[in-house]
Structures are given as structure tokens and as C-alpha cells.
């Protein structure tokens, strides 16, 4: 089967006026240009990189819903309730109880609107701080995030939507306090695009070290997962209109990242969620693996032993299609038994096979008696071959963001909606709280990506 390659638009293709302008082409831009064309906009998807798809890319584990038909169907009975709590939980109680609440209650329907345009995501897996299996991926087990995204951009290329690269966009155009469009760089000069409506779906600031300076200096060094364009350029656009930032100090670092190589790679919550355990130099757990990113980044820190080691057995890795591809860039490593990849990666090997021994009676008992992991059990470490990922904790994502309500409207410093200006997706703040529970950035694309789409189309059909 041939590469599906999208066809982006030449910028002498950019037309004068747009029904809404959407600025991003990751999860939460191309759902909302979508659900938005299908509502009868004219929109155009303005994206700065010669590459589409921005963090969304990136994403491995998958997306959570609660109360899905694909839960049914695997024999799960979940409830919103549940989910709000743990992620408010999970949080800090710090997430925004608003935007939380229609996040959860539209979860399920992202499930069956993306499965209406074809995009099935009909596995299930678990993360960090869920009591249940919510994590919604496709059958193949493929990461969810290229996988969301290619899938998404067939749709706009068969509904014949325009998406621009290239194209960076530097100034909101304001007319009586009203934003009206954009004033955008282009290879053939700045052009201004008159609009009706404009969506903030720029991301957010992960390899801004200016920005993450600013907010957070004790991070300042850190490396990230992020891609190189995530510098917060909608924040910016935002806080010229008079827009509000909040929680700008709320930056999550994630605790399995590969950060050897000049290039970081995301070792995705997955891995952890099917059975893998984490291991210091001797050999030795020493935290609960699925609590929350904070509380794993914090433990593999405090360790001070050059980060620890990922855990894994072949039957893991038949479980996670992801660890095919970090082979793939070499960055696992390998052993016919457990004492062969202790030595491969200077571990102590009596450590590391007496730590597989108690764990795979903690599976077998369902009982975790060390360090009360109760989810993420379905399977011993027990297969060979054996499999080690060497991570450290990396800036994975920003929680802060542009301050909106669950209309995804902007607002101004004073709590004022800015008309004609929307935001979401990881440029947006609140959702999240203190903590971003793995998953859910994902879901949030699709969720408030669709209820951009529709929020426009709504402030233009009432103007």
C-alpha cells in the first residue's frame, strides 16, 4: 500500500477572507477544521512548520474516554464520576471544574465521532492515576499520535480542506476589540486574511526556554520531548490582544524519556500501562510505576543515579507496538535471560532477577505488597527475551496555557470574552491542573478541537 502523503497548499493559493482561520495542524487544529467545514465554515489551517502535525506526532500511548462503547465492549464498566475525580485528583484539585467536567462528559462522543469518520481506536490500555483501562488506541497497537493524525488529514484531503505550511502567523488582526483575522509570513511576503473567527491551536511551550525561564528557571536546562516548534507563539499572539495566561508555572515533566541522544525520544506511558517495571542501579524498584508523572519523575530524580532503566519481557513487547520502533532507533537493549541484560546495562544482576521474581508473584497474587501498584499487572516479566530503555525525566508538557472557558473563548485579563478569538489544546491552560494524567492530551485535541469547530461556526451563524 502506497505512503499516504497530504497535499498542503502553495501559499499563493491563500485566499483574502476566511469563514474561520485556524492556526496549528496538530490534533486540535485538523479536528476542528473538520468538525467546523462540516458545519458549513470555509476555514483555512495556517501551519508555521514545513511539517504537519506539530506534538501530535509525537503522542504514543493513546486517548482517554470514559463510558465508551469501546469499553462495552471490552467488558468494562466505567463512569464519568470516576473519571473527573481521579484526574481532578490527579491534578492537584487544581484542574479548571468546568472545562474538566465537559472534557469528561464529551469523551465517549469523541470516541464515536472519530469512529464515524473512520478513525477506530478500538484497544484498550491504562496510565498513570487511572483506576480503569480508558486509554482508547488503534487495534495495531500503533502509536496513537501519528496515527490520529495522518488518519485525521485523509479526512481533510477527502473534504478537500486547505492546509497550508509554512505559513507563520505574527499578529491577530483587532477591529472595535474584535479579533477579524491574521497578519501571517509567508515565502511570498506578509499577507493579512480577514476572518470571522480565528483559533488559537499552536501548542504549547515545551522548547521555549524563554519562556520556561521566565515561569519556571529551575527547568530552564531541562531537555524536552517536545518538537522544536513548540515555543508558545500562541500565547503570544493571545497575550497581545490582552488575552490572560494562567498556571504558567505548571510545566509537567515526564518521567520516561530516552535523553542520551541529541534527539529525545518519548518512552510512552504504554510501556509502564502493559507491564513493564522501573529499576534503579541495583537492581531494585522504588516506586509505584502508574502513580502519578509527577511522583515517578520526582522518585527517578531523587535516585541521582543518571536516571533508571525500563524493564520489559518479550510478551510486553508483543503488547506494545511502540518498543519496535524505539528498537528501530536503537535505544533498547537486549538479554536472553535477566542476568545477560543486567550485565548489558551495568545493573546488578542478582538485584534485577530477584526484583523480577518478587514482582511476578506480586502479578500472580494481584498484590503489590513494596509499593501498592495495582494496575498495569495483566502479565509477568517472565518471556525472554528481556528488554531495557534507559529514561530520564524531560519536559513533556505545559499545563499553563491562554486562560478560556469550555467554549473554548478566550479570555481577556479582566475574565472577558475576546470575540472572534478561540484556544485549545495545549496553548490553553486549566484543564489539566498541576499534573496532566497520561491520555489526555490527546482526548483533549479531539474534544475541544470539535467544540472550537462548533463554537465558531455558531458565534458566525449568529453575527
Same mark, same amino acid.
Given at each position: 500500500?502506497?505512503?499516504?502523503?497530504?497535499?498542503?497548499?502553495?501559499?499563493?493559493?491563500?485566499?483574502?477572507?476566511?469563514?474561520?482561520?485556524?492556526?496549528?495542524?496538530?490534533?486540535?487544529?485538523?479536528?476542528?477544521?473538520?468538525?467546523?467545514?462540516?458545519?458549513?465554515?470555509?476555514?483555512?489551517?495556517?501551519?508555521?512548520?514545513?511539517?504537519?502535525?506539530?506534538?501530535?506526532?509525537?503522542?504514543?500511548?493513546?486517548?482517554?474516554?470514559?463510558?465508551?462503547?469501546?469499553?462495552?465492549?471490552?467488558?468494562?464498566?466505567?463512569?464519568?464520576?470516576?473519571?473527573?475525580?481521579?484526574?481532578?485528583?490527579?491534578?492537584?484539585?487544581?484542574?479548571?471544574?468546568?472545562?474538566?467536567?465537559?472534557?469528561?462528559?464529551?469523551?465517549? /462522543?469523541?470516541?464515536?465521532? %472519530?469512529?464515524?469518520? @473512520?478513525?477506530? !481506536?478500538?484497544?484498550?490500555?491504562?496510565?498513570?492515576?487511572?483506576?480503569?483501562?480508558?486509554?482508547?488506541?488503534?487495534?495495531?497497537?500503533?502509536?496513537?499520535?501519528?496515527?490520529?493524525?495522518?488518519?485525521?488529514?485523509?479526512?481533510?484531503?477527502?473534504?478537500?480542506?486547505?492546509?497550508?505550511?509554512?505559513?507563520?502567523?505574527?499578529?491577530?488582526?483587532?477591529?472595535?476589540?474584535? !479579533?477579524?483575522?491574521?497578519?501571517?509570513? &509567508?515565502?511570498?511576503?506578509?499577507?493579512?486574511?480577514?476572518?470571522?473567527?480565528?483559533?488559537?491551536?499552536?501548542?504549547?511551550?515545551?522548547?521555549?526556554?524563554?519562556?520556561?525561564?521566565?515561569?519556571?528557571?529551575?527547568?530552564?536546562?531541562?531537555?524536552? $520531548?517536545?518538537?522544536?516548534?513548540?515555543?508558545?507563539?500562541? %500565547?503570544?499572539?493571545?497575550?497581545?490582544?490582552?488575552?490572560?495566561? +494562567?498556571?504558567?508555572?505548571?510545566?509537567?515533566?515526564?518521567?520516561?524519556?530516552?535523553?542520551?541522544?541529541?534527539? !529525545?525520544?518519548?518512552?510512552?506511558?504504554?510501556?509502564?500501562?502493559?507491564?513493564?517495571?522501573?529499576?534503579?542501579?541495583?537492581?531494585?524498584?522504588?516506586?509505584?510505576? %502508574?502513580?502519578?508523572?509527577?511522583?515517578?519523575? @520526582?522518585?527517578? $530524580?531523587?535516585?541521582?543515579?543518571?536516571?533508571?532503566?525500563?524493564?520489559?519481557?518479550?510478551?510486553?513487547?508483543?503488547?506494545?507496538?511502540?518498543?519496535?520502533?524505539?528498537? /528501530?532507533?536503537?535505544? +533498547?537493549?537486549?538479554?536472553?535471560?535477566?542476568?545477560?541484560?543486567?550485565?548489558?546495562?551495568? +545493573?546488578?544482576?542478582?538485584? %534485577?532477577?530477584?526484583?523480577?521474581?518478587?514482582?511476578?508473584?506480586?502479578?500472580?497474587?494481584?498484590?503489590?505488597?513494596?509499593?501498592?501498584?495495582?494496575?498495569?499487572?495483566?502479565?509477568?516479566?517472565?518471556?525472554?527475551?528481556?528488554? =531495557?530503555?534507559?529514561?530520564?525525566?524531560?519536559?513533556?508538557? &505545559?499545563?499553563?496555557?491562554?486562560?478560556?472557558? /469550555?467554549?473554548?473563548?478566550?479570555?481577556?485579563?479582566?475574565?472577558?470574552?475576546?470575540?472572534?478569538?478561540?484556544? =485549545?489544546?495545549?496553548?490553553?491552560?486549566?484543564?489539566?491542573?498541576?499534573?496532566?494524567?497520561?491520555?489526555?492530551?490527546?482526548?483533549?485535541?479531539?474534544?475541544?478541537?470539535?467544540?472550537?469547530?462548533?463554537?465558531?461556526?455558531?458565534?458566525?451563524?449568529?453575527?
Amino acid at each position: 500500500m502506497a505512503k499516504f502523503v497530504f497535499k498542503t497548499k502553495d501559499a499563493s493559493e491563500l485566499a483574502d477572507k476566511y469563514d474561520a482561520i485556524i492556526i496549528g495542524s496538530g490534533g486540535t487544529g485538523m479536528s476542528a477544521a473538520i468538525q467546523a467545514h462540516e458545519l458549513g465554515l470555509n476555514v483555512a489551517v495556517l501551519e508555521k512548520n514545513e511539517g504537519l502535525g506539530g506534538n501530535t506526532n509525537k503522542a504514543s500511548s493513546g486517548m482517554n474516554a470514559s463510558e465508551s462503547n469501546v469499553q462495552y465492549a471490552h467488558g468494562i464498566i466505567d463512569h464519568n464520576d470516576d473519571f473527573y475525580k481521579e484526574t481532578m485528583k490527579g491534578g492537584g484539585l487544581m484542574n479548571d471544574p468546568a472545562m474538566l467536567r465537559f472534557f469528561v462528559d464529551h469523551s465517549a /462522543s469523541a470516541i464515536s465521532w %472519530l469512529k464515524d469518520h @473512520d478513525i477506530v !481506536v478500538s484497544d484498550l490500555t491504562i496510565t498513570g492515576g487511572m483506576s480503569r483501562k480508558r486509554c482508547h488506541r488503534p487495534a495495531s497497537l500503533a502509536p496513537i499520535g501519528a496515527f490520529l493524525e495522518t488518519s485525521l488529514l485523509k479526512v481533510a484531503q477527502e473534504e478537500e480542506i486547505p492546509v497550508f505550511n509554512n505559513v507563520k502567523v505574527v499578529k491577530l488582526l483587532e477591529d472595535h476589540k474584535q !479579533v477579524v483575522g491574521v497578519e501571517a509570513e &509567508t515565502k511570498l511576503g506578509d499577507k493579512k486574511i480577514a476572518a470571522n473567527a480565528v483559533l488559537l491551536a499552536t501548542g504549547g511551550y515545551g522548547a521555549a526556554q524563554d519562556i520556561i525561564g521566565k515561569y519556571r528557571p529551575d527547568l530552564k536546562d531541562y531537555k524536552t $520531548t517536545n518538537q522544536a516548534g513548540a515555543t508558545g507563539d500562541g %500565547l503570544k499572539l493571545a497575550e497581545s490582544v490582552n488575552g490572560q495566561l +494562567v498556571q504558567m508555572n505548571l510545566i509537567q515533566v515526564h518521567p520516561t524519556a530516552q535523553t542520551d541522544n541529541p534527539r !529525545v525520544y518519548l518512552i510512552g506511558e504504554a510501556v509502564r500501562g502493559e507491564g513493564a517495571i522501573l529499576v534503579n542501579r541495583a537492581g531494585k524498584r522504588f516506586v509505584n510505576e %502508574l502513580n502519578t508523572r509527577k511522583i515517578v519523575s @520526582d522518585a527517578i $530524580t531523587n535516585l541521582n543515579e543518571d536516571g533508571a532503566y525500563l524493564i520489559l519481557d518479550q510478551n510486553i513487547r508483543d503488547h506494545v507496538k511502540a518498543v519496535d520502533f524505539y528498537e /528501530s532507533v536503537g535505544l +533498547v537493549e537486549h538479554g536472553d535471560s535477566l542476568e545477560e541484560l543486567a550485565k548489558t546495562i551495568n +545493573v546488578d544482576p542478582a538485584g %534485577l532477577k530477584e526484583t523480577v521474581t518478587v514482582w511476578n508473584k506480586a502479578v500472580a497474587n494481584q498484590d503489590d505488597s513494596e509499593f501498592a501498584r495495582t494496575t498495569g499487572m495483566e502479565r509477568g516479566i517472565e518471556k525472554g527475551p528481556f528488554f =531495557a530503555i534507559h529514561i530520564h525525566p524531560a519536559i513533556h508538557y &505545559t499545563m499553563g496555557g491562554i486562560h478560556i472557558n /469550555s467554549n473554548t473563548e478566550v479570555l481577556d485579563t479582566n475574565g472577558n470574552v475576546i470575540a472572534g478569538l478561540y484556544a =485549545a489544546g495545549e496553548v490553553s491552560g486549566g484543564l489539566h491542573g498541576n499534573n496532566r494524567i497520561g491520555g489526555n492530551s490527546i482526548a483533549e485535541t479531539v474534544i475541544f478541537g470539535r467544540q472550537a469547530g462548533i463554537k465558531m461556526t455558531e458565534f458566525i451563524r449568529n453575527k
